[in-house]
């Protein structure tokens, strides 16, 4: 342990509850196991609806969660306002009970820079998460620029001008942290977003889940605008009544504003029989879903976004030895490599080809959910990143010592663990 030197972490994300986000829980966990005391300021929702409990070390601070925006800048004011005025009203009551040293913003939105502002000036430093960059999901979900767009592109400046550290959880990230946010290199550490392999496990098939189909294709994540399912949807429609492969199934796990419109879309294409929705559903439920998956897709869309944004959903289909299908995205080959088939961008009908490919090719599409897997235990599961976790840590807790004139720590052997 390090001796002499407090190390509180505040944690602050506002578009998932804690520990429904498995970012942020594998950070604040690995936190808690390195020796850190971390506290967590989030939303409620999806069954996570205390407004306090410890778990696994982590303490747990929830609000309300507003009203979800999708268009109009009112709705996102409104959004935005309400979780605001909870982080600093949460963040009040954890400085009372707890304390903080260092606080740990995760966007969107790219707004918790001003709890970092506002808590600078009691000597608390800022750390910046970079989960998603702001500006380009605002283009890939109304597809425009705009007032709003310029308005975000200040808010990202501003973040990345408060903040000590950034995290990016992929090169790309970390180029638009130094590029456009100004940040020294020294200071932007890549975290990836990686399952978390011992848990994570590869395990038997439920044979029931594939509706009496040889080839069950499994999809996990958010059905949102930006997430492509209207492309996955004409692609399944391609691959069914113009290719023929009609002994297919699709599971779909998740939620998201879009899923009626995605239902009703299934609907009117007669492709009810091959579609199951299962709505959000987690650990071993997660797990047998994508375990019974003879193929993962991936249907995010070529965009400013996707194109540097790493996919969980890649990540866990390569963690389970499974083969890939997404559109040919800079940074989803950077992750999937020769585990994945790449479609051209944002053709449905290249999709399904490639889909059929696979089906086609079942000793190929094994070997290559087999390179998948050694890809992730070999360079990206979640042990990979925890070292440059606490490398970022002990950066912003060195600039805090620096600034305040505090002497650096006595440290004893084993001082912080990892517990990958």
């Known amino acids: 342990m390090v001796q002499g ?41 999806r069954g996570w609806d205390k407004a306090y409990e410890e778990i696994d070390g982590v303490h747990i601070y929830r609000y309300p969660a507003p009203p979800e925006a999708h268009s109009g800048a009112l709705a996102y004011a409104r959004e935005y306002g309400l979780s605001i005025s909870h982080w600093f009203r949460l963040a009040r009551k954890v400085r009372r009970e707890r304390g903080f040293d260092v606080i740990h913003g995760c966007n969107p939105p790219d707004l918790i820079f001003l709890l970092g502002l506002w808590y600078r000036l009691r000597g608390v430093r800022y ?15 109304f597809d425009k620029k705009g007032l709003l767009y310029r308005i975000m592109r200040i808010w990202e400046r501003m973040t990345f001008a408060s903040a000590d550290v950034s995290l990016a959880t992929n090169e790309s990230f970390r180029q638009v942290a130094i590029e456009r946010g100004k940040m020294a290199p020294e200071d932007v550490f890549v975290v990836r ?14 044979e029931s889940l ?54 009703q879309d299934v609907a009117r294409r007669g492709l009810e029989d091959y579609f199951t ?9 997660l797990l047998r879903v994508l375990n019974t998956a003879d193929i993962g897709v991936s249907p995010d869309p070529k965009n ?20 890939v299908v997404q559109f040919d995205l800079k940074e989803g080959r950077a992750s999937a490599d020769d585990a994945s088939v790449y479609a051209r961008a944002n053709d449905p009908q290249d999709f399904a080809r490639k889909i059929a490919w696979l089906i086609d090719h079942p000793e190929e599409a094994r070997e290559m959910g087999q390179r998948g897997r050694r890809r992730v235990l070999e360079q990206l599961s979640w042990d990979h990143s925890v070292p440059n976790l606490l490398a970022a840590y002990e950066r912003i807790f060195a600039i805090r010592r620096r600034l305040s004139g505090t002497p650096a720590p006595v440290t004893t052997g084993g001082s912080l663990r990892s517990d990958g």
């Open 5 to 45: 030197e407090a190390r509180r972490v505040l944690i602050v994300v506002e578009n998932l509850p804690v520990p429904l986000d498995r970012r942020v829980w594998l950070e604040a966990t690995t936190l808690v196991n390195a020796g850190y005391q971390v506290s967590v300021i989030c939303p409620m929702g």
């Open 127 to 141: 750390l910046f998460d970079h989960h998603d960059v702001c500006p380009e999901l605002f283009e890939a979900k």
């Open 304 to 323: 400013p976004m996707n194109d540097i944004s790493t996919m969980n959903k890649v990540m866990e289909y390569m963690t389970l030895e499974k083969p």
């Open 210 to 263: 594939k509706k009496g189909a040889k080839t069950l294709l499994g999809y996990v994540g958010v059905i949102g605008q930006q997430e492509g399912m209207d492309l996955l949807v004409e692609a399944a429609d391609h691959l069914v009544n113009t290719l023929g492969k009609t002994d297919v199934h699709f599971a779909i796990v998740g939620f998201g504003p879009q899923v009626p419109a995605v239902k």
């Open 277 to 285: 929705f299962t709505g959000a559903l987690y650990g071993d439920d």
């Open 193 to 206: 977003s990686a399952p978390r392999i011992e848990r994570f496990v590869i395990g038997p098939a439920d």
